[in-house]
DNA sequence: CGGCAATTTGATATCCATCAATCGGTGTGG
DNA sequence: CCACACCGATTGATGGATATCAAATTGCCG
């Protein structure tokens, strides 16, 4: 298995100079319907992505870091919600002047594309885990994909370092349920039950420990996942 | 709301002259692990993609229809099966001679990027389905989702064509439990359902009439949809 | 007609949702 | 500093949707 860390997305230097925004927690980034003309790229901090049926159910969609890009669509609009979850750093740049830095720079369009997949193979990840796993089991793929994207954030190499296990939980349970199609007490007992099977310690509301990984990934059946592509041959 | 069909893709001109291979229901294009240098574009009948886990659980990603393009993965080696549910007939092309006649054509490589967008946003739809509906919703929206393709496909340009409303199901149960994250019996009663609520008529084992469509939709709730871009304004 | 597979239907079990109560932290004002 | 209120999280009790197991039925192909 690959284990060294990928160098971020070069297409990503479109967005040198640009103009950042802060944004704080709950602060919404972009709303759903509002013209695509901007596009993203986050330079700390975390957002969430979510959708809402007219209905009110709410499906959150994944959870951005940084050097994530913001702004795949295909319509003239975005169909759905970027919220801070922490205080955010963005760097923003109109889409048409993105996509003319990118223009004619093969190794940057290829870049994008490849980024492109990885999502596209995220999403696989989660459709799997949504229609599949069951709840435990879900929390314990969030778990490991929380400790991966702190992991690829702060560009830690070694995937054994300790500090990787106290895993930061900074959204509200409501948030997580919504992530993975649960209600928020299944989230809270299913944390009560990977700590009764001593995989986790809960130190707070917003800060687990993972005690032991892994029995995690052996529930998580994290194998199972698509997503070697995003660390590189060490 | 736009209501004429969408040309189909420029970029599929790639596959002009390519040689074409056909599958017998049941045969296996794709499987999981081969290498991903070929790509393929369908050009009659109907594939299955889903990826299955260690221990044998197996979701279903999507079904594949005429100019549907196959092979977006930013890995070398495909990580999930495609199968044919009908005879179907694919134009097959290596990928790097796809990529070749891509390169330097702006309007090529921008329809590839944005049919990739397209299927980003039906994987959204399928998440919320997944995290949000029940099932009986879920198949509410698959229904629809087949008449939608077969419209596409078919290149019917009036959505109130009554024959549209004659639904093929070619793949089994078990194949559309697996795609909704359900059981089999469990899509059998929720058919059952649909047509006590007088919003289907079952056919046959492989075919279903909708007789309230208006009723349908409402059910799936089809506006909270991502995909109007698949359309066209006429 | 016979036999096998797919589907439907039935009975029951399980998991998760729902509704409700309690707990714990945090901020405010007395 | 403490009382109080408020919000999020946890825990408890119950219900409902779907899974599971089993049987009956239908459809399909020889």
Redesign the pocket.
Known sequence: MPDALQPPDVFLHAFDGAPTRDLQPGEVLIAAGAPADQVFNILSGMLMLSRTGRDGRRQVLSFLFRDNFLGLTATDSYFFTVEAVTPTRVACCSRSAFNARLEGDLQAERAFLNMTFRVLEDMVDAIYSLGQ??????LAVFLLYLRHWHRLSEAIADDAEPTLNNVS?P???????DFL????????????QLEERSMIR?L???RVQITDLAALRELAGVMDFAAPQRLVRG
């Open positions: 796993r069951s709840a435990i089991e879900r939980l959204m509200t349970r409501e948030d997580i349920a199609g649960l209600q928020k007490e299944t989230v809270s007992r299913s944390f009560g809960r707070d509301n917003h």
